[in-house]
């Protein structure tokens, strides 16, 4: 199956790498967030995507922020991808609001060590396993390098928030938590419990991050929890624990699933999906025609004008080469491509190459480096060896003498290092548009062809009456 288990791209700025979401700088100044396959379980991220799990969190997301907008104003502005949502870019508010409507989980483990106050709030003896709260509680949590629990009082003391907004937020949680409830309900779920994330925008409160997720929230089916309340499993990523726990090797889980509990896990998240919503997830063509989740992914991001369909990265090992690659980047004028400029040396500060090369090497799209670099052109090489996209070295020269050491450089080079030499700035940038091979690309390239005969054509027809 198709999956997209990670967003890398040169084209835009990376804000932060979560577990599952990769949030972006998107060109309007917005934040745009890529919600991956990635699936973790005790604080891991496995190895093994799961398919169509990062498009059931988005589009649930986003069912739900459309919901819930009577309740409270939310950060999304478009869904752009079924795994891609562009979000108003709020002030974060560092505490999480967690609504539980039974015990379980880790609250469960607490109570069973004798714990009775979670958060300020505390819970009578004698509850059994699963068991109901006569209403909602909401416990918070800091969001921290590592969560803690903490009461309200705590939170205005410790400067966290006001008296005032945490009130606010409190009220919220508990409102958004009785829709989701009773719309679930309706449906034969139970909201088990959940966590909500607020921020500031302007001045005023709305809801971030996700919302009544398999990732954010425990579920259990009303029928199985009527059968047996303690036996009750959860309607998420509690089937994947489960295995996990069973085939752990002397202490330690698995890094990855099998081809079976993956498609399972997969069947469940588009379960609970199409339970929720009433309707199948809308997983588009890639799945029928042959495609990928990543080619729709950049289309859709094209069609958006957040990217290019490509890009070109000209690498100069000194600032002093800077004329040499603005003389390159200009002869992609016209093609459409997203060109940028980077400095490194591999003599001086080759520990850099390796950064920069991860998001060259992740890339969702298509892209070319040209290096230029003069005497002895490490750069080219350094650079072949460490990335899986073409390198084109184009070397600066002010004459032919320092053009022969300059090439000697440039083309000798060891194994397993496919550097290719180009003299000429124009030619080189030619070379990268061709190793592209983009349909519209090479049409493109076609018309130029057919332009540049012609123009030959007439001028021989011209000339040849002289």
Known sequence: MNTLNHFATPQLELLHRGKVRDSYRAPSGERLIVVTDRLSAFDSVLETPVAHKGAVLNGLAAFWFDKTQHIIPNHVIALLDPNVT?????????????????????????????????????????????????????????????????????????????????????????????????????????????????????????????????????????????????????????????????????????????PEVSAEASRRYLDIFERITGAPLPIGTEMTTGGDVQTRLVGNLVRAGVMKDAWVNIVMDSPADREHCQKIRQNFEGYNLFTQLRVTSAHKNGEEIAGMAEVWNDSVEPGVIIAVAGLSNGLGGALAANVNVPVISCPPWKDFAELAANLNSSMIMPSATPNLTVVRPDNAAQAAVRALNLPRLREQLSKEIAATKAKLRAADAELRVL
């Open 86 to 258: 562009l979000a108003k870019e709020a002030e974060p508010i560092r505490v999480e609001m967690v609504v539980r409507n039974y015990i379980t989980g880790s609250m469960l483990r607490g109570y069973q060590k004798g714990q009775r106050t979670f958060s300020g709030v505390t819970v009578p003896d004698g509850l059994t396993k699963h068991q109901q709260f006569p209403e909602p509680i909401v416990t918070p949590t800091t969001k921290e390098e590592s969560d803690r629990e903490i009461t309200p009082e705590n939170l205005v003391s410790e400067g966290w928030v006001s008296a005032e907004l945490y009130e606010k937020m409190r009220v919220k949680a508990l409102e958004l938590f009785n829709f989701a409830s009773a719309w679930m309900a309706e449906r034969g779920i139970i909201l088990v419990d959940t966590k909500y994330e607020f921020g500031l925008l302007n001045g005023e409160l709305i809801l971030i991050d996700e919302i009544h997720t398999p990732d954010s929230s425990r579920f259990w089916s009303a029928e199985d929890y009527a059968r047996n309340p303690e036996t009750a499993e959860q309607m998420d990523k509690e089937y994947v624990r489960q295995w996990l726990i069973a085939n752990k090797i002397d202490g330690q889980y698995p890094r990855s699933l099998t």
